[in-house]
Structure formats: structure tokens, C-alpha cells
């Protein structure tokens, strides 16, 4: 049961970074789209500007989750690298729940408040000709503070079953 809820955790966090990995390109284009323009034809666009900030914003925070499920997010490992399968899956389980877990939880309870107030006067872009989606934008914190407590969730389960095993997660000794 819990190995199917872990695996169901890392399946949308695998799917939803595989998807906004593609929208990588379509920021390159856009980038491309706005030098060609403004530098070619002396054609300058907020909207277009910013589509590309929202596209960055899309890109980092809704893959968050599959960066950490894939285990390639920023971590010191002057010492981790070199520690057993197990060693590592107890420094994965403390550092979830004693610090992943806790920011997490923190910031998706300070963003709330934060967001409905940008949703209660649906707020746009301060500058003529910016987007009018601003509150949509800012409703991606709480999102992606939940995508990673699920993955973070998943990621404790799965260490902990390495630690009660002796294998990692490719079944190898640890």
C-alpha cells in the first residue's frame, strides 16, 4: 500500500516535470521571438517579456518536485557522497522531516494569505501592457510548496524502507 502511494507521488512529480521541461524550449523561442524583435524591427512587448518571467516561474516551481524526486537538487555532499545507501537514506529521512518538510509547510502557510489577497482583486501587471495574470502567478507557491511535501512524503517513505532493507532503491546492498 504505502510502496503503491509512493509510486503514485513520484509518478505526477515524474509527469509534471517531464511536461514544464518543455516549456524550457518554448522560453528559449520566446526569447529568441523578443531580441528578433525588439533588436530587428525596434518592436518591444511587456506582455511578451513577462510571458517569458511566468514561463521561468512555471519551469522552476512546478519542477521542484521532480528535481528532488530525481535527487538533483542542491545538496553539500562533501560527506554524503561518500556514505552507504543507508547512511544517506538516514540523512534523506532527517533532512525531510527536520527541514524539507517544516520550510515547506511554513511557506505554503505564509503564501496563503498572500495569494487570496492577489485573487480578491485579481491582480495584474503594474506596467502598461504587462499581463493581466499576476494572481495566477503567485498561486504557484502554494502549489509548489504542496508538490514538494508530497514528494518530500514519498521521498521519507522510500528512504525509510532502504534503511529497513539494507538495499537502495535499485535493490542493491547498501
Known sequence: MLNKLVCSAEAVSHYTGRCVAWLTLLMMLLTCLIVLLRYGFGIGSIALQESVLYLHALVFMLGAAYTLKDDEHVRVDVFYRDFSATKKAWVNILGGIFFLLPFTIYTMYLSL????????????????????FVYLLKTLIPIMMVCLIIQGLADIAKNIAVVKTGKNSKGRNS
Open 113 to 132: 494569505d498572500y495569494v487570496s489577497a492577489s485573487w480578491r482583486v485579481l491582480e495584474t501587471s503594474p506596467e502598461p501592457g504587462g499581463l493581466p
